[in-house]
T-cell receptor, first 113, second 114 residues
Framework: SQELEQSPQSLIVQEGKNLTINCTSS?????LYWYKQKYGEGLIFLMM?????EEKSHEKITAKLDEKKQQSSLHITASQPSHAGIYLC?????????????FGAGTQVVVTP | DGGITQSPKYLFRKEGQNVTLSCEQN?????MYWYRQDPGQGLRLIYY???????QKGDIAEGYSVSREKKESFPLTVTSAQKNPTAFYLC?????????????FGPGTRLTVL
């Protein structure tokens, strides 16, 4: 089965600093999804990447999928308290997945003043 | 407003009791999913349904049951056979946007077995 490894498990960043989260797959990714979760709440969709080399941005968050489609990174520029939470990557596991996703363990982000 | 609702938000259960978690969506999505989330772990798929009156087991279906009698509803029953049911349960529904499947999540139900 496909495994997704996220790193780091957690990070503390000072407000205004940049941060990067990585998501690495043991197999080729057909689609890679980034979600954000506040503790005890549901997941909020951030963005989805499908093509090798693809890069998408929304406000101060940028996500990239490498050419080999086995690793994605999520980069936050000039972090703010609103960026705190748990970030999860989810992978479309193949052409027959019927929308099923496998998830990484998540990265907890803490933003300090 | 369209969305997914889950109820209750918190649920306590005694050992040996079955309990049903509600999930309702008014997004007109065909597919619905149930995930379980444990501390420090990602989401694991319990059951999913692509269409009304049809559902399939996910990776950790043992001790759980579902039904899909209506498009809008996908309730999950946690049975007494589930050995470690205390967890955060998330329901999702999805729609195909071209080649990718966008999943929308409910707010979750936290189940605690006493």
């Amino acid at each position: 089965s496909q495994e997704l490894e996220q790193s780091p498990q957690s990070l503390i960043v000072q407000e205004g600093k940049n941060l990067t989260i990585n998501c690495t797959s043991s197999k080729t990714l057909y689609g890679l999804y980034w979600y954000k979760q506040k503790y005890g709440e549901g997941l909020i969709f951030l963005m989805m990447l499908q093509k090798g080399g693809e890069e998408k941005s929304h406000e101060k968050i940028t996500a990239k999928l490498d050419e080999k489609k086995q690793q994605s990174s999520l980069h936050i520029t000039a972090s703010q308290p609103s960026h705190a939470g748990i970030y999860l990557c989810g992978a479309d596991i193949g052409p027959d997945s019927w929308g099923k996703l496998q998830f990484g363990a998540g990265t907890q982000v803490v933003v300090t003043p | 407003d369209g969305g997914i609702t889950q109820s209750p938000k918190y649920l306590f259960r005694k050992e040996g009791q079955n309990v049903t978690l509600s999930c309702e969506q008014n997004l007109n999505h065909d597919a619905m999913y149930w995930y379980r989330q444990d501390p420090g772990q990602g989401l694991r798929l319990i059951y999913y349904s692509q269409i009304v009156n049809d559902f399939q087991k996910g990776d950790i279906a043992e001790g759980y049951s579902v039904s899909r009698e209506k498009k809008e509803s996908f309730p999950l029953t946690v049975t007494s056979a589930q050995k470690n049911p205390t967890a955060f349960y998330l329901c999702a529904s999805s729609i195909w946007r071209g080649l990718y499947n966008e999943q929308f999540f409910g707010p979750g139900t936290r189940l605690t077995v006493l």
